[in-house]
């Protein structure tokens, strides 16, 4: 797995070793932990656990035993690198790993993002708090983001190899790699690293509104008729209607009306009928038909809340149930990254617009995702006792099969016993 996304395996062994202490990484050998319970049982949360350090102290083989960076000035060159890889391995492990940064399990990293008390991770590591996130998580879940919304696999896996062919047997620094990167995939990415790896920001992207224009016929007939429409099924707002309407003067001396009291100015007139006459004649044919268009425009307003410039994937749904994705660039957000407006031009009508519908942006508040918003969900609940600690289903499992195997035993000897008593006591000689 390591060696198909950098280079084959240079030493003889790797040597892994199910300790009581560890992980921790030496050339050819590691040690890991933890170890399943004396009785042979383990937690599922044993079980991978220690699959992933294996994988993880093992890798440290490749970052960095073959690419010798300097794990003491940066961290996340080899924790990073390897945890990245460890997460790709994981998810070539079986369907559905726990892999750390999975959407369902990366809670308190997306808290930590989102917290003011935070430094970039290209900080010295003498310097790095909340390492657990700064060099290990973050970084792969930046490597990630770069590889499946940023990149592409293919780029981002050819890159990645250059990065580790060039520099093995070699000290690289973090611009090597950032170099590397942006040399080998033939992109630009320096707002990538500036964001992801200098930066503090964090992805909290919003649909804040969406406009709805559509071609205006300009024929008086259809339109005034659709504003009349529109009119009749407004509520009724005037705060006199909702108390007991008063005697109006115009009624008891109805003389006082005249052609305004009437007139409707939603009414088509003559003179419109005239003026669009008037207006259709002066057309081209192009014109004519774009009048005629059922085309609907919308206008997705998009504010970046959290800083990181990332890119945009917009899931839309229209009113027939069918959705389509839009994916935009980081590159959108260029001329200004704090807020953008993107058109999209349909031949339906849209009922819902979401935002990273894949969760794949790591965007820390996905309520604010949804157009039209939803309603956030909570729970709560009476606690009274603490859980039991220790939560190994295995050896549960093992000692009901235990006890169950034991009560069939007792069983199996008692009804011996009854059998026995039943027979004729033997005749005495
Ligand atoms: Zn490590």
Known sequence: MYSRYTFDYPYPVAISVNA????????????????????????KRTKYGLIS???HEVGHNWFPMIVNSDERQWMWMDEGL????????????EADYPSRIMPERMGGLLSYLKSPNKMPIMTGADSLQSTGYN????PTLALNILRESVLGREQFDYAFKQYARRWMFKSPTPTDFFRTMEDASGQDLDWFWRGWFYGIEHTDISIENVHHYKMDSRDPYKDKTAKKDKRAAEPDRLFQKLNKPLPKRVDAFPELKDFYNEF??????DKDGASYEKLIKGLSEKEKAMLKSKGQFYVVDLKNLGGLVMPVVLKVTYEDKSTEEIR??????????????????????????EVDPHR??????????????????HTFGISKSKKPSGNNPLRDKQKAEEKARKEAEEKKKKEAEKEENKKPAPKKK
């Open 20 to 43: 009581p202490v560890g992980g921790m990484e030496y050339p050819m050998i590691c040690w890991q932990r933890p170890r399943p319970e004396k009785d042979g049982t383990y937690s």
């Open 53 to 55: 350090v294996i994988i």
């Open 82 to 93: 390897n945890s990245f890889l460890q997460f790709l391995t994981e998810q070539e492990w």
């Open 135 to 138: 060099a290990y998580t973050k």
């Open 264 to 269: 409707d100015e939603l009414d088509v007139t």
């Open 328 to 353: 935009l660039p980081a590159q959108i957000w260029r001329r200004n990254p704090e807020s953008i407006s993107k058109m999209i031009v349909a031949d339906k009508k849209i009922t819902r617009i």
């Open 360 to 377: 794949e942006t790591a965007d820390v508040d996905i309520e604010n995702n949804y157009f039209p918003r939803r309603m956030r969900e």
